[in-house]
């Protein structure tokens, strides 16, 4: 039982693990919600800006008198302005006009300055919450700003108690870890430390459309940046507080998931969380079918839903944006690949064949594409063919791969439709997705069944 604390600050951390039943199938993998809302300030930022802010007293960045400057989504600035009251400071924060009205009052009711700015306009631009702040900071003296965005000490915080608190609550039993991915330091924190448990667990960022995320850590490059409405999740530059060397994958959602998913944790479940927490959730979800039993599965929810009571929650406001209309645009292999898991495991040509049965087993496939030391794919090498030629006596344990792999077929692009993918597999056992001369996909026949029975028909 929790004794008395001498302030709210101590009061952040320890959240629960919650199991969830009904949005999982009951032949599915067990999903553990982490109920980040239950944090003092509502959100798991409490831990990130608590840790940056005892940092700069410590080194004397932040000192008595202070103003403490920052561009937020809505979560950093409660936490910063709750810790801030407790500790006497100043605030003054910029915040994009996407944003619920509920995040600014908030903000307001703990006393600080809010300067909203517009949110359709480049990272670089003088107009942008980012550009804002920094030239806040400038002009007034004994400004401190944490720098969500680009400081190491976010991923610092939660390496040292949102990662240590999952493992401690699982015992360390659980197979993957699901996050949203804004500024990043939750996910890498967190997944940091949990690879230095135990590096066999999967860590899957979860990003939304429109966010550049996705493209960066499937293929090096970031993507065009577009608008979307899910809040705290996604980015429109590349910050220095993800690291991407912590997750195995990244997953992308859409609004229309992200907000299905949250109400349906509120109706279902009985946990009223964000829109972002929906994202993860719906990633989570899937994969829970794609695991199935004696499998579990963590998901971080990062917020409340009380502060989106006049966004996804309110009937009429979904209405006019078009989440309860059906959803007919044109479907594509990347509408498919962003609802899987699509990490590939490859071979080389040298590669022993006894090596490439193991990673098969290992990782429970059944085909493993065959790469060049530049990462394009040339071949492709199937268990049925290792089955014949070991049966036969034509191969041993000990020769290379090359020798067995066969012409790669089924090759598509992510921008295909799903009809021409269906002809694909119906000429071949799998689909080698391939994108900018590398492979970003393997689809089969059950993954097209599976995504066109969960209403994506």
């Known amino acids: 039982m929790r004794g008395i604390y001498r302030n709210v600050l101590e009061a952040i951390g320890d959240t629960p693990l919650v199991q969830l039943n009904r949005v999982v199938g009951r032949h599915d993998a067990r999903v553990y919600a982490k109920l980040e809302y239950m944090n003092p300030g509502g959100s798991v930022k409490d831990r990130m800006a608590l840790h940056i802010i005892e940092e700069a007293e ?10 403490i400057v920052e561009n937020t989504s809505g979560n950093t600035g409660v936490a910063v302005a709750m810790a801030a009251a407790v500790k006497g400071y100043r605030c003054i924060f910029t915040m994009p006009d996407k944003m619920s009205e509920e995040k600014v009052r908030r903000l307001r009711a703990f006393g600080a300055e809010v300067v909203v700015t517009p949110t359709a306009v480049p990272a670089e631009s003088p107009d942008s919450y980012y550009e804002t702040a920094k030239r806040i900071a400038r002009e007034t003296p004994n400004s401190f700003m944490l720098n969500q965005y680009h400081n190491k000490l976010n991923i610092e915080a939660h390496a040292a108690s949102t990662g240590p608190e999952i493992w401690e609550q699982t015992g360390g039993n659980f197979d993957v870890l699901v996050g949203g991915l804004g500024t990043g330091g939750t996910m890498s924190g967190t997944a940091k430390y949990i690879k230095s448990q135990d590096a066999s667990v999967r860590t899957v960022g979860v990003d939304p459309m429109g966010s550049i995320y996705y493209a960066q850590f499937h293929t090096g490059v970031p993507s065009d940046p577009h608008t979307y409405k899910v809040e705290g999740i996604g980015e429109d530059m590349v910050c220095g507080a993800l690291e991407l060397e912590w997750l195995d994958d990244v997953m992308q959602v859409n609004d229309r998931e992200c907000f299905a998913m949250a109400r349906r944790l509120a109706r279902e479940e009985g946990i009223f969380a964000g829109g972002s927490s929906g994202g993860s959730v719906h990633v989570a979800a899937n994969l829970a079918r794609e695991l199935g039993r004696n499998h579990t599965i963590v998901v971080i929810l990062p917020d409340s839903g009380a502060i989106y009571l006049s966004k996804f929650y309110d009937d009429q406001w979904m209405k006019e944006s078009g989440f309860f209309e059906p959803d007919n645009a044109p479907r594509s292999v990347a509408d498919l690949l962003r609802g899987k898991s699509h990490v590939v495991y490859t071979a080389q040509p040298a590669d022993e064949v006894g090596a490439c049965i193991v990673k098969m087993k290992q990782e429970g496939i059944s085909q493993m594409p065959v790469v060049s030391a530049g990462g394009e794919p040339i071949g492709m090498v199937h268990e049925v063919d290792l089955l014949d030629a070991i049966f036969e006596g034509r191969a041993s344990r000990t020769d290379r791969v090359e020798d067995l792999m066969t012409p790669l077929q089924g090759v598509i692009s992510p921008d295909a439709s799903i009809e021409s993918l269906r002809g694909v597999l119906a000429a071949d056992n799998v689909a ?20 066109l029975s969960h209403g994506a028909a």
């Open 432 to 451: 080698v997705v391939v994108q900018h001369g590398k492979v970003n996909g393997i689809v089969t026949k059950i993954d097209l069944i599976d995504y």
């Open 58 to 67: 410590r080194t004397g960045a932040l000192r008595p008198g202070s103003v």
